[in-house]
């Protein structure tokens, strides 16, 4: 029997080699359709709809797409495609505030090795495919207006782990610039920095980078927030390509122009 999920995405655990504690998120930001998720950590990446997902041929590619795109100099331009697809009609999406600092050629051609490195099939590892499930009632609890339903989902979770060498460039440009995204607000963190200031992780995420502290030895990861009520559940490794995750999910939204094939 297939699960039923209403998408697929796919994100990065991008964290330091030489300490796992610190990691590269991202902070949902004012204008979210999600309300309760605003302010909350979520892990880089991307979902696999919109018109941009349907050349993706793999979780993987997702991954390496959404790197690409998003991690930018450039001032965030609203695009709400996704936003309409993944919440509906009405959600005309959501960006950082404009930057004023104009980036420099070096930092331009640094931040696009980065993104190479954060992508390449060479430095990305398999961490976990992770059911996740969002009650009515946490969205209800950001949101007294909310009309939408419970969310379920699978997502497809890679670890990079970053050399010093790299790590420090990435710290570099994020103290320079203050944020590398155009669609989400960056910030370096740590284990021990979410547990001291209390700070939340969003759609299940929470659980998924708690595995990840605690795989590498960070037991003070026992101690994370979590958000009440989300669930995210392991059942393997990301799949190798979408045409076997028809196999396993059943698949509300996809990407125009993908063709659901036939399951025996």
């Given at each position: 029997m297939l699960i039923p999920v209403q998408n697929l995405s796919s994100v990065g655990i991008i964290y330091r080699k030489a300490n796992p504690s610190q990691v590269f998120i991202e902070t949902k930001t004012p204008g979210y359709p999600r309300k309760v998720m605003v302010g909350k950590g979520l892990l880089p990446g991307g979902n696999w709809v919109g018109k941009a997902a349907a050349s993706d041929r793999s979780p993987r590619h997702t991954y390496e797409r959404e790197i690409f795109e998003e991690f930018s100099f450039d001032n965030p331009v609203a695009d709400p495609e996704e936003m309409i697809e993944l919440f509906g009609t009405g959600n005309l999406g959501h960006a950082p505030?404009?930057?004023?600092?104009?980036?420099?050629h070096p930092d331009i051609s640094t931040l696009t090795t980065l993104k190479h490195n954060i992508a390449a099939?060479?430095?990305?590892?398999?961490?976990?495919?992770?059911?996740?499930?969002?009650?009515?009632?946490?969205?209800?609890?950001?949101?007294?207006?909310?009309?939408?339903g419970e969310?379920?989902?699978?997502?497809?979770?890679?670890?990079?782990?970053?050399?010093?060498?790299?790590?420090?460039?990435?710290?570099?440009?994020?103290?320079?610039?203050?944020?590398?995204?155009?669609?989400?607000?960056?910030?370096?963190?740590?284990?021990e920095e979410i547990v001291a200031r209390g700070y939340y992780i969003g759609w299940g995420q929470d659980r998924v980078l708690q595995r990840h502290f605690l795989r590498h030895g960070m037991n003070?990861?026992?101690?994370?927030?979590?958000?009440?009520?989300?669930?995210?559940i392991p059942i393997g490794l990301p799949i190798a390509t979408y045409t076997e995750c028809f196999?396993?999910?059943?698949?509300?939204?996809i990407p125009e122009g993908i063709q659901r094939p036939a399951i025996a």
């Open positions: 505030e404009k930057r004023d600092i104009k980036a420099s099939l060479s430095t990305l590892y398999p961490f976990g495919l992770f059911l996740q499930h969002v009650p009515k009632w946490v969205f209800d609890s950001g949101d007294p207006e909310n009309k939408t969310y379920f989902g699978a997502v497809s979770v890679f670890e990079i782990p970053l050399p010093d060498e790299l790590w420090n460039y990435l710290e570099e440009l994020q103290l320079r610039y203050g944020n590398l995204s155009n669609e989400a607000q960056t910030l370096i963190t740590s284990a003070i990861a026992t101690q994370m927030p979590l958000v009440a009520g989300i669930s995210s196999r396993v999910f059943d698949i509300e939204k």
